[in-house]
């Protein structure tokens, strides 16, 4: 039995399919709330689906789970309930990491990029523990997540039992199919996308960075397949453990995949720049790119989606579909 907190979102409603087409025996965590999450799975419906609030219950039973994937999380980066985010985010991870050591279940966690904060060089995006002292998040949300990684590595520093495999993965940009409940949080793709379908141009916030162009903002945009991928793969090599980035290791501009997504609609490129919200400045990471240096001498070897074939991909298979769902 797997268990997937935060298993009808969006990277775990992915994992999800993915596992039940493997034959895995799935028990989802988290609430289907009003927004249409319940069409993430509905294709694969799990062996049993809990509210967040009766996880300890369950887990009090000693279930035979062979591996939780700790996806579920308050993941705005404009949270502000800090009390909330400490509950949700830090002590939640705490209590499953516990229960995994105490009955040997594998425990493979999401992080984020988010960690990395105001970073703009990409030697500064090193996955290496030994760096985690120097990140500097700049929201409460990418704070959460630095606290659980450095909570993580100090107990292995004080000789503290481990689960027989632990993974703690730094996703960066993910996009892809089941995002749609995301609001305000959903893949800039996907925001495109809607902009263009009507008629409107592509617009891209303006740079609040000096010497930056308009629209040459950076990131490491990832598909989402192949951030499941990288979790399948770990579960096929229970050896493997370690705080890992989750990305291409390509650093792409607004601007390209905007570009992407109007070649992907087969319509002009047409782009216009508006100002950043004022909640955003001073929070916002300009640049972003993966080190995968580390997941590729774990031996992670499988090649990354392109920019290009990732957007081509979600918008002709999903989002100009009829059914958009995974």
């Not at 609001?183 to 930056?212: C, H, N, Q, T, W």
């Not at 929070?283 to 990732?310: I, K, N, V």
Request: aromatic share 12%; with cysteine; hydrophobic share 45%.
């Amino acid at each position: 039995m797997i268990i997937i907190t935060g298993g009808a979102g969006f990277i775990g409603s992915c994992l999800h399919a993915a596992l039940r087409a493997r034959g895995e025996e799935t028990v989802i965590v988290d609430w289907l709330g009003a927004e249409g999450k319940w069409r993430n799975i509905a294709r694969h419906a799990p062996e049993r689906l809990l509210a967040p609030e009766a996880l300890d219950d369950f887990l009090a039973g000693h279930p035979a789970v062979t591996a939780v994937f700790h996806l579920g999380a308050i993941s705005e980066t404009t949270a502000r309930d800090g009390d909330l985010i400490w509950r949700t985010n830090i002590d939640l991870s705490a209590r499953l990491w516990a229960w995994c050591v105490r009955y040997g279940a594998r425990f493979i966690y999401a992080s984020s990029a988010a960690t990395y904060g105001a970073a703009d060089r990409s030697e500064l995006f090193s996955d290496d523990p030994a760096m985690l002292d120097s990140l500097r998040p700049l929201n409460l949300y990418g704070w959460s997540k630095h606290v659980f990684d450095r909570q993580v590595m100090a107990r292995l520093a004080r000789g503290e039992a481990a689960p027989p495999q632990w993974a703690g993965l730094k996703f960066f940009n993910v996009f892809g199919p089941n995002e749609y409940h995301k609001g305000k949080m959903i893949s800039v793709v996907k925001v495109k996308y809607d902009e263009v379908s009507r008629g409107l141009p592509a617009r891209l916030f303006r740079s609040d960075v000096r010497k930056l162009a308009d629209g040459a903002q950076a990131r490491d945009f990832i598909w989402v397949g192949d951030v499941v991928d990288v979790m399948l793969w770990l579960l096929d090599n229970p050896r493997v453990s370690g705080l890992f980035n989750c990305g291409t290791g390509v650093a792409r501009t607004y601007l390209d995949l905007a570009h992407a997504v109007c070649d992907a609609m087969g319509v002009p490129r047409q782009v216009e720049f508006i100002d950043m919200p004022a909640n955003l400045r001073g929070q916002y990471q300009s640049y972003t790119r993966a080190d995968m240096t580390r997941l590729r001498a774990a031996g992670y070897g499988r090649p990354f989606t392109t920019l290009e074939d990732g957007v081509r991909r979600y918008v002709r298979d999903y989002l100009a579909a009829p059914d958009p769902y995974l």
